[in-house]
């Protein structure tokens, strides 16, 4: 395991912790990117870095799980205290912000 996927895990588990004791809520992030379909897998990779990298520069817990690439939008879910923090996580990564949706609640196909 490289030190990069160690410390992913560590965070992790830590934000687990802290989501299941404290005040954490999940995001769905909408962000206007012409041609995000189109970007390389390298391209992807530094947008996947710059995510990773300005998430552990926080004090308090925050974690950028995953995203969805569509024709000209990225969907992102990040977990935060607050919508406050995933702007000012935006602003530092470089990345723009079109809409921020706290989750409520999440079915699945385990509800069926």
Same mark, same amino acid.
């Given at each position: %395991?490289?030190? %990069?996927?160690?410390?992913?895990?560590?965070?992790?588990? *830590?934000?687990?912790?802290?989501?299941?004791?404290?005040?954490?809520?999940?995001?769905?992030?909408?962000?206007?990117?012409?041609?995000?379909?189109?970007?390389?897998?390298?391209?992807?990779?530094?947008?996947a870095k710059a995510f990773f990298e300005v998430a552990h520069k926080?004090?308090?817990?925050?974690?950028?799980?995953?995203?969805?690439?569509?024709?000209?939008?990225?969907?992102?879910? *990040?977990i935060a205290e607050s919508e406050e923090m995933i702007r000012e *996580?935006?602003? %530092?990564?470089?990345?723009?912000?079109?809409?921020?949706?706290?989750?409520?609640?999440?079915?699945?196909?385990?509800?069926?």
């Amino acid at each position: %395991m490289s030190d %990069m996927e160690s410390e992913l895990c560590f965070q992790f588990y *830590h934000l687990l912790f802290t989501i299941k004791n404290c005040c954490m809520k999940k995001f769905v992030v909408e962000r206007n990117f012409p041609g995000a379909a189109n970007l390389s897998a390298e391209e992807l990779q530094a947008i996947a870095k710059a995510f990773f990298e300005v998430a552990h520069k926080f004090e308090k817990p925050y974690i950028w799980i995953e995203s969805f690439i569509a024709d000209d939008k990225i969907f992102c879910i *990040h977990i935060a205290e607050s919508e406050e923090m995933i702007r000012e *996580h935006s602003k %530092m990564a470089k990345f723009p912000v079109n809409t921020i949706s706290e989750v409520k609640t999440i079915i699945d196909s385990s509800i069926i």
